[in-house]
Nanobody
Framework: QVQLAESGGGLVQPGGSLRLACTASGDTLSSYVMGWFRQAPGNEREFVAAIMWSDGSTYYLDSVEGRFTISRDNAENTVYLQMDSLKPEDTAVYSC???????????????????WGQGTQVTVSS
């Protein structure tokens, strides 16, 4: 059983940056896929980024590629989402998720994941 805890959300002006962190406990993540998702009011939960813990391969939503960066820290059992050049349409509750890796898994669907954090609010507004 993996427990996930997000931090780092907040209010930022358009064009600004935030870094979200997701710290895992209960298991080591060496065989996991970690993902970030977001959900704005009235919308479905949307994939943002994923990383394969074993080799660091990453996947991104097209609209965030080049602005967001997902990374991991093995020692801290933590995955980060660095968000730059933020736009008002990035406003949402951001949640991290985890699941055990299997061959061919990309981790780009919410249905791929078994464990979820509570979420952290990101608001981009002037």
């Amino acid at each position: 059983q993996v427990q996930l805890a997000e931090s780092g959300g907040g209010l930022v002006q358009p064009g600004g940056s935030l870094r979200l962190a997701c710290t895992a406990s209960g298991d080591t993540l060496s065989s996991y896929v970690m993902g970030w998702f977001r959900q704005a009011p009235g919308n479905e939960r949307e994939f943002v980024a994923a990383i394969m813990w074993s080799d660091g391969s990453t996947y991104y939503l097209d609209s965030v590629e080049g602005r967001f960066t997902i990374s991991r820290d093995n020692a801290e059992n933590t995955v980060y989402l660095q968000m730059d050049s933020l736009k008002p349409e990035d406003t949402a509750v951001y949640s991290c998720a985890a699941t055990n890796y299997y061959s061919g898994l990309r981790g780009t669907s919410k249905y791929d994941y078994d464990y979820w954090g509570q979420g952290t609010q990101v608001t981009v507004s002037s």
